[in-house]
């Protein structure tokens, strides 16, 4: 028989959703795949009941129902400084993950070349390699996670079509700085590239650092598809709805990408959001309460145990470091944690491009108890230290 794809001959299943199933095996606390344990706000579950109840059953428009986009464009218009043309400018997802793949199979071509920032997500390579295009990848330097502008713009330099941005940063938790972004869109415009941005954690950012859009970077808006979701903002990660924002002309390819893709999202989820995106700002002032709140709760804990781990800047990840434990793999230690100590990570190795092998990754997006009792089983590994 003929070879199957070339292309895809060398994926591996995703690590994140891999060590969640190994989680689930042993009963371990699962701070490896990014979901909480809680529930999503009232408004929105109210809604989900009723409108099992109404005709919302069949095909929406296929690039998202005319209520939700305008509720999209409404809320976005607000925190993106700039009027959001419902019509023209949005299209809805089936989750960030189809809004990063539509986007970037909307700007590359076969052959082009797109830089990433390592540690990254890491559906950004394979969807680089899925339109065809070459990943480059720039480092972020640990512990604070900068990028070297010289080498950025020996990126650049080898003229890539787009760069993709995660802001903030999963898995490092990285808030890009005013200036950091400023740097990469002058580099932008001087080697005429597309800007991907990936910012489902626009609401969770700590102080003193802030989210600033790309999109609202002068000159920025002709040159950059904004990517987000409502998974994490109003903890839906299951109903996979996802949107991009980009010009009208970007826009009209990425509905027709989009439409080969998935068709369209769930029509009756897309009705029962609609609440959440009319939240005023207090809804979005309290998440960042109970965020800050988890994770100064769970990097004390990290402390009291002795644990060396990043602080992040915005996100609800963080990144641990298993030097001391002597493991050349961190695939196997995570698979140990998960068996042995009853809590399931995320080797660090998944998201970076350069041979990490000393970090994993763990999430606090979880009810307290659920962290408290992650925080009582890590305990274990003081048996492991030499």
Known sequence: ????????????????????????????????QGFPDFEPPKA????????????????????????????????QSRYMGRTIDPDSEITVTCGSTEAMMAAMMTVANPGDKVVIFSPFYENYGADTILSGAEPIYVPLAPPEF??????????????PKALVLCNPSNPCGKVFTHEELELIASLAVKYDAYVITDEVYEHIVYAPHRHVYFAALPGMWERTVSCSSLSKTYSITGWRLGYTIAPAEISERIK??????????AAPLQEAVIPGLRFGQDYYDELLVKYTHKRELFLRGLDSLG?????????????????????????????????????????????????????IRLHF????????????????LKKLQP
């Open 256 to 265: 027709k990408v989009h439409d080969f893709l998935t068709v369209g999202a």
């Open 146 to 159: 900068r990028f070297d502008p010289e080498v950025l713009e020996d990126a650049f330099r080898q003229r």
């Open 365 to 380: 997006a979880k009810k307290d108890e659920t962290l408290l009792d992650a925080l009582n089983r890590l305990e274990g």
């Open 307 to 359: 644990l060396s781990h990043n602080t992040p800047e915005g996100a609800y990840y963080v990144l641990l470091d298993i030097s001391r434990y002597g493991y050349d793999s961190d695939l196997a230690f995570c698979e140990m944690l998960a068996r042995d100590i009853g809590v399931g990570t995320v080797p660090g190795s998944s998201f970076f491009r350069e041979p990490v092998n000393h970090l």
């Open 44 to 75: 929105i579950l109210d809604r989900l009941s009723q409108v099992s109840g109404e005709n919302v059953h069949q095909y929406s428009v296929t690039w998202g129902a005319q209520n939700l986009r305008e509720a999209l464009a409404a809320k």
């Open 1 to 32: 028989m003929q070879q199957l794809s070339t292309r895809t001959a060398h994926f591996t299943d995703s690590v994140i959703r891999r060590m969640t199933r190994i989680s689930n095996r042993y009963g371990a606390v699962n701070l490896s």
